[in-house]
């Protein structure tokens, strides 16, 4: 997991605004969604990083 100090300000506040989200949510169904959307972005993320240092690698 990222540091916090390689974190932009931005990316620090939707950290907070999700933690603010789960803990105020008690409906675990929602909490399901939520769970299953961040790990969707997550893993996206992942791609996204992958496919940029393929790129990089392929233009050395």
């Known amino acids: 997991m990222a ?31 939520l769970a299953k959307q961040l790990l969707q972005a997550w893993h996206l993320q992942k791609a996204a990083t992958s496919w940029v240092i393929r790129q990089q690698d392929d233009a050395s």
């Open 3 to 33: 540091q916090q100090s390689e974190l932009s300000i931005g990316q620090q506040f939707e950290i907070e605004r999700f933690n603010r989200a789960i803990d105020a949510t008690a409906d675990a169904e929602q909490l399901r969604t």
